[in-house]
């Protein structure tokens, strides 16, 4: 197993992640606890101690199936993560009694490695709000009492966000866990994430390095690319190896939900086999084809924006929808617009094409806007 020296501990540079445990009958609550226990068991002998969980993971049953599986080892021999629940705007105000539920349900005295988590838009006003919500006031009493030991923050939201968050608590922040694949290094801009990161000497936690499964496996041309350069690296094994070359990177968190993928993993952290140069071009190539052929050309020049008569922020609005399309759905983009007021949303865009006529690119900004609200579930 390779290890990341961190502070002065020694962490392995392959994360438990437990947010995809194996369930039971389809059911994403029901969670196999005996399919955790011989994993955890696996992971342990194969040398991984950092183990990663969540409130809301499993619909709240995360916690309590890694501490269970936990339970035959000394509290001393691993480290474990938790993560306050910014992601429902409900929890703020309940900090404290939601960290030492916390603790109740992981059955410790104290949490290695704590986390704001799912810093965005959604949230960012209530994080930054600790005169009435008191989430970071809790957290740093937490930290001082011992009961966590290392304290850090989780950002799905843009590079602004990030630098707002910063600006407020960045002397207090530890680590920093972004989403980074070798897709989203320039689509979600987390190689501008990692160097505003390096210039506040954070380290890099990595979420979804499989980018939920999508890089797992690739069309025949893309694969053979990369077979050409590595012929015995197999596909999800390039996507961690692209990880191993980054320098900023500590831990790499995988959601493993069997035995098979666990040992897959295993294999690959047992050395280090970081991409050069070439390689390196390869893959990112392969990635920003990849995006484009999916993707709105939108280079947030702005000429959009100046006739624009509703004054929507087009250029955010599209980088939102590129996500939401590339990903086929998912959470990312509709928590970003809720922070948004209704007159802001693509719903509002009124069609008149003023946008379309200046756009260097012609994409045509009224059909997108159109496409974006419907998908959302959005009525006008």
């Not at 995809?20 to 194969?46: C, F, H, W, Y």
């Not at 295993?266 to 140069?277: C, V, Y």
């Not at 250029?315 to 939102?320: D, E, H, Y």
């Amino acid at each position: 197993m390779i290890y990341r020296k961190f502070k002065d501990i020694e962490i392995s540079a392959l994360g438990f992640g437990a947010m995809r445990l194996p369930v039971i009958g389809g059911n994403d609550s029901d969670v196999d606890q005996k399919a955790v226990n011989r994993m955890v068991k696996t992971a342990i002998e194969s040398g991984i101690n950092y183990f990663d969980t969540a409130w809301g993971y499993h619909s709240g049953n995360s916690e309590t199936a890694i501490a269970e599986a936990l339970r035959p080892y000394r509290r001393e021999s691993y480290f474990l993560a938790d993560k306050f629940p910014g992601y429902d705007l409900v929890n703020f105000g309940k900090a404290e009694e939601i960290f030492n539920k916390q603790l109740e349900k992981c059955s410790t005295p104290y949490f290695d490695f704590y986390l704001f988590h799912n810093v965005s838009e959604l949230n960012i006003e209530k994080y930054l709000d600790d005169a009435k919500w008191g989430t970071y006031s809790c957290l740093i009493k937490q930290r001082n009492e011992g009961k966590i030991k290392h304290l850090g923050f989780s950002c799905h939201g843009d590079l602004g966000v990030m630098e707002l968050f910063l600006e407020a608590y960045g002397k207090d922040m530890e680590f920093c866990q972004i989403q980074l694949n070798w897709i989203d290094y320039h689509f979600q801009q987390a190689d501008r994430k990692i160097e505003l990161l390096r210039k506040w000497n954070i380290p890099v936690w990595v979420m979804e390095p499989l980018r939920g499964g999508k890089l797992a496996s690739l069309k025949a041309g893309d694969e053979d690319k990369l077979k050409a350069l590595r012929p015995d690296e197999s596909v999800p094994g390039w996507a961690f190896r692209f990880l191993q070359t980054i320098p900023d990177v500590t831990v790499i968190l995988s959601g493993m939900s069997n035995e098979e993928q666990l040992e897959d993993n295993i294999k690959t952290f047992s050395e280090e086999k970081p991409l050069n140069a070439a390689e390196m071009e390869t893959i990112l190539s392969i990635g920003d084809t990849m995006v484009k052929s999916i993707a709105l050309p939108c280079t947030s020049c702005r000429y959009c924006t100046s006739h624009c008569p509703k004054k929507l922020d087009i250029p955010r609005l599209l980088s939102f929808y590129n996500e939401h399309v590339f990903t086929g759905g998912g959470f990312i983009a509709p928590m970003a617009l809720a922070s948004f007021s209704a007159d802001k949303l693509p719903s509002a865009c009124i069609g008149c094409g003023s946008c379309r006529r200046v756009c260097p690119q012609g994409i045509d900004i009224p059909a997108a806007m159109k496409d974006f609200a419907e998908k959302l579930g959005m009525n006008k």
